[in-house]
């Protein structure tokens, strides 16, 4: 059922397919940005989304998966009853799941107060509450599809896992059509509190926006369902037991569900400093997706990969294996996300107004998105070493360490967030989590000195780190000389597309030369390794 994890392939079918997932997840917020503007229902919209993805932090990508995946993938390469384990957790995750489901349904006018307060007394709090209660459903079946796909990618098969999230994305886009269109009519979540000169644009499309995020997750839990019973893990439902592997993934998950509450308490910190200013959170949450770009693609993709392969290493006791494969996903994920963080923070107006404006999203709805970007590309290359240096300790199921890191940058995020919005408003709360996110990778490295050769990056890592960093500042500065020049079409309806076009591509193919010249990548070494799977 298993088959060996090839980390370079399997990085580029995870990235292929989070790269199509958000390439339609632009698509999505461009036309809800296009349809909805930034005003009370944009705003509920973007709170009631964000409350299922908070938790699934907890129960999907986040902590169980964390616990889970590498005591799944040690049964796997031990042939240690890997289908009856994978039973139990599912057994068990989904009845805690249904419990909190119904618990939020009561609880939720106290969930949207928590993520913004500044909803108290206006409508966007009732209609946030009205969508929230609709959304919510979407953990259960995305965290059960995080399970299956935690599967799925320990058994070195990636490509059903990496593309259900395009599934979300496209019954979206479906949904906005369909609402745009008219062929669905005169379904909108009831609003008793609106006053008659409250801004209800877009209602209809986010009611059926909402449930059309339930609708998605069942059906990317489906498809991930099919394909695992296809390779023998066919998991149905049975009521939950309380085995020595389920107390012994519940100990191990903790620190992490704690460790996952800390940075969601960051994200809560954020959301509600937005909260106070108008317009605020649909910034921030446009900016999150263009910078979740290459996060996703990237920094998802390695992480996806990394943990199994680390952990049957570790199982295997071959560390030097371990720790080339460190190193290669280190030098990978710098090699594309340095570039990355340059050009979001250099070229963030030219990115956003070509993307967004339009519609209801206007030219001041653009500066603001543009300096939330920058901020967060300050911090893109944290992100994405996170999530190359937190598999070291998971995979040795450590997970109270990371939880005492994130709580050192949860009191930097706080800090510094609330602080600073007092002198430069919602663009602290991005600046505050892009500090959070350096905090917590110089945290890692020093917390990995103690596990020996395995957690170590190698000569050649070290020494292209600088070299990426220079070819990457060199490109940044072609880039601003090509925006300067290209600004005139850059504001034409008609060739905005072509102009932001040419301005990437002159972006890639400097990087491309000056970073070959530097020694900071070798575009051969890395066909070599592809081919070699």
């Known amino acids: 059922m298993a088959r060996p994890i090839r980390l370079i392939s399997g990085f580029i079918t995870v990235g292929f397919w989070t790269l199509g997932s958000r390439i339609l997840g632009f698509v999505r917020d461009i036309m809800i940005a296009a349809f909805m503007g930034t005003g009370p229902v944009a705003e509920a919209f973007f709170v009631a989304f964000s409350l299922p993805n908070l938790f699934r932090r907890f129960f999907a990508e986040g902590a169980f998966n964390t616990a889970f995946v590498p005591m799944f993938s040690k049964k796997l390469e031990g042939d240690d009853n890997p289908l009856g384990f994978a039973r139990d957790a599912f057994a068990g995750l989904a009845t805690v799941l249904i419990v909190l489901t119904l618990v939020a349904q009561l609880a939720m006018p106290w969930f949207v107060l928590a993520m913004a307060g500044g909803f108290a007394g206006d409508v966007r709090f009732e209609l946030a509450v009205g969508f929230g209660r609709v959304a919510f459903g979407y953990i259960l079946f995305i965290s059960l599809a995080a399970l299956l796909s935690g599967i799925l990618n320990a058994s070195g098969r990636f490509a059903a896992a990496a593309a259900a999230p395009i599934l979300l994305n496209l019954i979206l886009i479906g949904v906005l059509v369909l609402a745009e269109s008219g062929l669905v009519a005169g379904v909108t979540i009831a609003v008793d509190t609106a006053a008659p000169g409250d801004d209800l644009t877009g209602l209809h499309h986010g009611t059926l926006l909402v449930w059309g995020i339930l609708l998605a997750g069942v059906a990317q839990m489906a498809l991930v369902w099919v394909v695992a019973s296809r390779i023998g893990f066919r998991l ?11 107390k012994q993934l519940a100990i191990i998950m903790l ?42 693609v990237v920094g998802i993709a390695i992480g996806v990969v990394l943990l199994p392969d680390l952990s049957r290493r570790l199982r295997a006791d071959d560390a030097k294996g371990g720790r ?39 030219p001041d709805d653009t500066v603001n998105t543009a300096l939330a970007l920058a901020a967060y590309g300050l911090g893109l290359p944290a992100f994405v070493l996170q999530k190359v240096l937190q598999p070291l300790y998971f995979a040795r199921e450590d997970t109270k360490s990371p939880f005492r890191f994130a ?7 706080a800090v510094v967030a609330i602080g600073l919005s007092f002198f430069i408003g919602f663009v602290g709360a991005a600046l505050a989590t892009s500090l959070a996110a350096w905090t917590m990778v110089w945290q890692l490295m020093r917390g990995k000195r103690a596990m020996g050769e395995v957690a170590t990056f190698d000569d050649r890592y070290r020494q292209r780190v600088g070299r990426i960093v220079l070819a990457a500042m060199l490109m940044g500065v072609v880039l601003v000389v090509m925006a300067t ?3 005139p079409l850059l504001g034409t309806p008609g060739w905005r597309y072509v102009a932001l076009t040419i301005l990437v591509a002159s972006g890639l193919v400097a990087y491309a030369i000056t ?19």
């Open 485 to 487: 020049l290209l600004s």
């Open 515 to 533: 970073g070959q010249a530097l020694g900071a990548f070798r575009i051969a070494e890395f066909r070599d390794a592809l081919r070699r799977g």
């Open 324 to 362: 080339g494969a460190l190193s290669r996903a280190g030098e990978i994920c710098l090699a594309l996300t340095v570039p990355a963080a340059v050009a979001l923070c250099v070229i963030p107006t030219p990115l956003v107004s070509v993307l967004f404006e339009r519609g209801a999203f206007g």
């Open 255 to 296: 620190p992490a569900m704690l460790a996952g509450g800390v940075v969601q308490i960051n994200l809560l910190v954020g959301r509600q400093v937005a909260s106070f200013f108008d317009g605020a959170i649909v910034w921030l949450s446009l900016a999150d997706r263009l910078y979740q770009l290459p996060l996703g």
């Open 407 to 413: 709580l050192v940058a949860m009191v930097v995020n």
């Open 236 to 246: 149905t439902p049975r009521l939950p037991r309380l085995t020595p592997e389920m």
